[in-house]
Structures are given as structure tokens and as C-alpha cells.
């Protein structure tokens, strides 16, 4: 999610397959093609593309590509987990929510997921909920140890597009009811690497929204986190806008529909957005296609200001993306294609 903050300057509709493998024929040869196992931690509520980011994990979930295995959150405050178990129940999954605990308290307070949790017809609520109590949402880092001791080792791509507040306790997080793990050491054993939008590569006078909300936490992910970590910068998705004319259009086959009444809630309409978080989510999913382009290996740099640099070094465990305009227009057409499926709950009854 990215709010934009300066101190200074600045094809197929979808099918359920869940928790199976696919098979690919590949020269008349059967490859088993396992869904990916996600996490996606995200500060939801500070803005719109935290939602368009999920609407593509649920599309991914239905086409088979991925097991969305949690949703940790980064953000503090109701909205933002009561939000989530909005969207699940509309699109007809469960998937674990989690709260954060002793998050920042610097956020941006867009009022679109408060509008969507308290929109009334007729006196009542229009979304369902599947959880009614704040208290029965796991806790963010508690979420995390119970999924990775779960999950096989070195099998676990984590989607960050909020604050690090949830990766920085999960490092220091004590051996639990879960593992006898350190959080160091479970990170180590269960994931393969993160997918994460943060940082602005291209302009270091601008204080990136992600670090600079929570700067000690982004320091200690970046300098201590085990794993390798691809970072989508400010800038990649700030090149690629989601348009209105898409929410404004494709969508009238359901409605209400929680990500549409959020994005005409955020700002005034007709406004296209830039799809930071998007951009992290496609590249875990599908890198394999080679959307973007890429940095050579390195380390990114965060100073006590939230200013982000980044140092090539053969040795590093960082990379970045980087988009060109031809990557872009065709990343933003396939955005559209992907966002606008309808969801496999409602495709009978639209085609009816």
C-alpha cells in the first residue's frame, strides 16, 4: 500500500482447486505444478490497493496458483481486520486474520474501510461478516508461528505491503505452543523469501510510506531477515495506474461489492490509482513470466530518517524490481484481466 508521504520533494474464468496440485502437459508430459504458499501481511485501510492486492490473491486461490495460507495485519484498529473478513466472506473463503500489537500509531486514516465495515440498507449491515468479535482475530505474530511450524520447509513466499512491524516482532518472537523455534529460526527453516513493497530506489529525498510509518521496524527486517527479499520500490508502482473506468464498468455483475464501494470511497471519483502493492503480489505469484525487470543482488540501506538506498553487492540478500513503460502498460492490462474475473462464488449465478 503506498499513501504518498514527502518530507522532502518527492482468460479464463476461475475454478476452485485449493490445496491440491495442478497438472501441466508439458511436450505430452505430466509436470505437477504445486500451488504456492502465501502469507500476505498488509497495513489494509491506509489505502485502496492493499484491496485490489487481495482481490488478485483470491483470483489466484480460484485459478489454482496459490494457497493463501494467513492475513496478518499491520494496521491498528478494527476497520482494518473487520474489513478483511468482509472481503473472505464476500468471496467465499477462510483464510486466517490476524491483528497487530503494539503497531505504529503513524498511519494514513482513509475512511474506506470504516464506510464499507458500517454501510447500512434499510437499517442493517449489507456485508456479512464470518467473525463478529474483534477479540477472536488471532494476533498477527502468534498467526505467523502457528502457519510457518505448519507449513514444509523453505515453502513459504510472504507478500508484505504494509508496515514491518509484524516481521520485526516475528524475528525476535520466543519459542511458543507452536514451535520450540526461535522466530529467527522458523523463518530460516519454513520460508523461501519475501515479496515486499517498500522503499523508493529512484528518489532518496522521498520518505517511503511503509518505512517511514514504523522506521525502527523496516530497519531490523531489512538488516537481520534471514531470507532473500525482492523489494517492489515506490516508483514501479506509481508507474502502473488501475483505472476508474474499470471499477466505474466491470463490476456491475455483483453489487454491492466491498473492494468497489472501498475504491469509490478513498478518493474522489474518477481517480486512477497506483498499484504499489499489486506489483509485490504479481512478482511472488508469477515471476516466472518475467514482468519486470531486476537489480542485481545487494542491500538496501534505511536510515533514521527513512530515506532508502541501495548498495550492489554480489554478497547481499536484496534485489529490486524495475519496470520499463512497455512492461508497464502491458502489467496494467493484465491487472485488469485478472481483477475484473468474477469470483467463483458468483459465476453461476451470473451466468444464469
Known amino acids: 500500500m503506498k499513501t504518498v508521504l514527502y518530507l522532502t520533494g518527492l482468460f479464463l474464468f476461475p475454478s476452485i482447486i485449493i490445496g491440491c496440485c495442478n497438472k501441466k502437459q508439458i511436450n505430452n508430459t505430466s509436470v505437477d505444478k504445486t500451488p504456492l504458499s502465501i502469507i500476505f501481511d498488509t497495513d489494509m485501510g491506509n489505502d485502496i490497493d492493499d484491496a485490489l492486492a487481495l482481490d488478485m490473491l483470491y483470483k489466484y486461490i480460484e485459478n489454482g496458483q496459490i494457497n493463501l495460507l494467513a492475513i496478518p495485519t499491520s494496521k491498528k484498529g478494527k476497520y482494518c481486520a ?5 472481503m473472505n466472506t464476500w468471496y467465499g473463503h477462510n483464510i486466517p486474520i490476524g491483528v497487530v500489537e503494539n503497531g505504529t500509531d503513524k498511519d494514513n486514516n482513509a475512511p474506506f474501510t470504516k464506510h464499507t465495515c458500517e454501510l447500512k440498507q434499510n437499517g442493517n449491515l449489507v456485508f456479512n461478516r464470518t467473525i463478529n468479535n474483534y477479540d477472536d482475530f488471532y494476533k498477527s505474530v502468534s498467526l505467523y508461528r502457528k ?19 509484524n516481521l520485526a516482532q516475528l524475528l525476535d518472537s520466543p519459542a511458543d505452543k507452536y514451535s520450540t523455534l526461535s522466530g529467527i529460526e522458523l523463518i530460516r527453516k519454513k520460508v523461501k523469501y519475501v515479496s515486499t513493497m517498500m522503499g523508493n530506489i529512484k528518489d532518496q529525498n522521498h520518505k517511503e510510506f511503509n518505512v517511514f510509518c514504523d522506521i525502527p521496524s523496516a530497519q531490523k527486517f531489512i538488516n537481520e ?4 527479499i525482492m523489494i517492489s520500490p515506490y516508483e514501479v508502482g506509481d508507474a502502473i495506474l488501475f483505472p ?19 475504491y469509490i470511497n478513498y478518493m474522489q471519483m474518477p481517480y486512477d490509482r497506483q498499484t504499489w502493492d499489486l506489483t509485490a503480489v504479481l512478482y511472488a505469484v508469477e515471476k516466472e513470466k518475467k514482468f519486470f525487470g ?12 527513512g530515506a532508502t538506498t541501495f548498495i550492489v553487492n554480489p554478497k547481499g540478500k536484496h534485489r529490486y524490481l524495475t519496470v520499463n513503460k512497455e512492461q508497464a502498460l502491458k502489467i496494467q492490462k493484465y491487472f485488469i484481466q485478472l481483477i475484473t474475473q468474477i ?10
Open 82 to 86: 473487520e474489513y478483511l473478513d468482509i
Open 147 to 165: 502457519i510457518l511450524s505448519e507449513q514444509p520447509d523453505n515453502s513459504v513466499i510472504i507478500i508484505s505491503v504494509g508496515f514491518s512491524t
Open 225 to 228: 531477515w534471514p531470507t532473500p
Open 244 to 262: 476508474a473506468q474499470s471499477i466505474e464498468n466491470d463490476f456491475k455483475w455483483k453489487s454491492p461489492n466491498p473492494l468497489v464501494i472501498g
Open 294 to 305: 531486476n537489480s542485481e543482488w545487494g542491500t538496501l540501506n534505511i536510515d533514521n530518517t
Open 343 to 352: 469470483p467463483a462464488k458468483y459465476k453461476k449465478t451470473t451466468l444464469n
